[in-house]
């Protein structure tokens, strides 16, 4: 079936710094969503992306949607200690199916 | 406005129990998703209802079923339970098919 394949599973920085996460697929999706899941919560949408190379910000969260189809990246500049948490790829299929599919999550530790 | 919410918050039960969790869908949204993740793991598609008709399944066996009533709220029910339905159980509410899901807090089933 189809996964996706999320990178690094687990990242440890300093407050302040950049950070860069990525999913890949050996699937086309027509849509990309990054959420972040806190503990003891649904996931929230952080940013949607439609087009393929469309690229998005949302305040310090910027995001693509790789030209293939088959990746995205999501990327989050000058950590604050209130990022940390499992940030969530999905992607939405061709076809008219509307499930999400989702990556295995990062999880993010910002040291202050 | 009041976003998704689900009941109960938690919940255990034994083996080869029946379980029913239900989902209020934001005020205007006509679709519910269901979604199982297991722990460290991302969301599992289980099934969506739209205008109580159920509209996609994910590879979960029929005695997981559902139900979606004129309110458009919902509910997820599991026969037969087994020790790997232990997971949270997540709710998302969306406008119309193939628009942004929107996340309740989820159920946390436990199964011994």
């Known amino acids: 079936g189809q996964q996706l394949n999320q990178s690094p599973q687990s990242m440890f920085i300093q407050e302040g710094e950049d950070v860069s996460m990525n999913c890949t697929s050996s699937?086309?999706?027509?849509?990309w969503l990054w959420y972040k899941q806190d503990p003891g919560e649904g996931p929230v949408l952080l940013i949607a992306?439609?087009?393929?190379?469309e690229l998005t910000s949302n305040g310090r969260l910027t995001a693509q949607f790789g030209i293939t189809r088959k990746d995205s990246f999501l990327n989050i500049s000058a950590s604050i200690p209130s990022d940390v948490g499992i940030y969530f790829c999905?992607?939405?299929?061709?076809?008219?199916?509307?499930?999400?599919?989702f990556g295995k999550g990062t999880k993010l530790t910002v040291n202050p | 406005e009041t976003g998704v919410t689900q009941s109960p918050t938690h919940l255990i039960k034994t083996r080869g129990q029946q379980v029913t969790l239900r989902c209020s869908s934001q005020?205007?949204?006509?679709?519910v998703s269901w979604y199982q993740q297991a722990l460290g793991q991302g969301p599992q598609f289980i099934f969506q209802?739209?205008?109580?008709?159920?509209?996609g399944r994910g590879n979960f066996p029929p005695r997981f079923s559902g139900l979606q009533f004129p309110n458009y709220s919902s509910e997820l029910n599991v026969n037969a339970l087994e020790l790997d339905d232990s997971a949270l159980y997540l709710c998302?509410?969306?406008?119309?098919?193939?628009?942004?899901?929107?996340f309740g807090p989820g159920t946390r089933l436990l199964v011994l």
């Open positions: 998302a509410s969306s406008l119309d098919r193939g628009e942004t899901q929107y």
């Open positions: 699937s086309i999706f027509n849509t």
């Open positions: 992306l439609y087009k393929a190379g």
């Open positions: 999905a992607g939405i299929t061709q076809g008219g199916s509307e499930k999400l599919v």
């Open positions: 005020s205007g949204h006509n679709t």
């Open positions: 209802y739209y205008r109580e008709e159920e509209n």
